[in-house]
C-alpha cells in the first residue's frame, strides 16, 4: 500500500487534470441527468427526511466548526461572486425587466383600492393582505 503523502499526489494531480475526461464523459452521455433524478424525487425527499428524523443531519451540521465554515467561505467562495454576477446578470436583467412594470402598476392599484391607515391600524392590515395578493399575481415567463 501507498503512503499517504503518495496517495494524496497522485489524487491531486489526477483531479488537477480531470477536466479533458471529465468533459468527455458529458459528452459521451445521451441522456438527461435531471430527467432521472425527477423520477427519483420521492427517495430523494426520504432520505432527507430520515437523516433529519434520525439526527444526522443535525449532528453533521454541528460537526463544523465556524472556521471551517468562514475560511473557505472567505477564501475562495468570497473570490467566485464577481464570477456569478457577471453570469447572472442576464437573467437578472430579465426579471427586473418584467418585475420593474409589474411593481409599479401593483403599487397604483393599492393605492387605488386600499389608502395607507394609522399606523397599527386594520386598514394598514387590510392593505398588507391586499399587496401580498397583488405582488402573488407574479410570474416570470
Do not use: E
Request: aromatic share 8%; glycine share 8%; hydrophobic share 40%.
Amino acid at each position: 500500500m501507498r503512503d499517504q503523502s503518495t496517495w494524496l499526489n497522485k489524487w491531486k494531480q489526477n483531479t488537477l487534470n480531470a477536466g479533458p475526461a471529465y468533459n468527455a464523459g458529458i459528452d459521451g452521455y445521451t441522456g438527461n441527468p435531471m430527467a432521472v433524478a425527477a423520477t427519483r424525487v420521492d427517495a430523494q425527499v426520504a432520505g432527507v427526511q430520515a437523516a433529519a428524523a434520525s439526527g444526522k443531519t443535525a449532528a453533521r451540521l454541528n460537526s463544523v466548526t465556524r472556521d471551517q465554515w468562514a475560511t473557505p467561505a472567505k477564501t475562495m467562495y468570497a473570490q467566485r461572486i464577481a464570477s456569478g454576477v457577471a453570469k447572472g446578470a442576464p437573467k437578472q436583467q430579465r426579471f427586473i425587466a418584467a418585475f420593474a412594470p409589474f411593481l409599479q402598476n401593483a403599487v397604483q392599484q393599492l393605492n387605488a383600492s386600499n389608502p395607507r391607515g394609522p399606523r397599527g391600524s386594520q386598514q394598514n392590515r387590510q392593505r398588507q393582505a391586499a399587496w401580498f395578493d397583488l405582488v402573488s399575481q407574479f410570474h416570470l415567463t
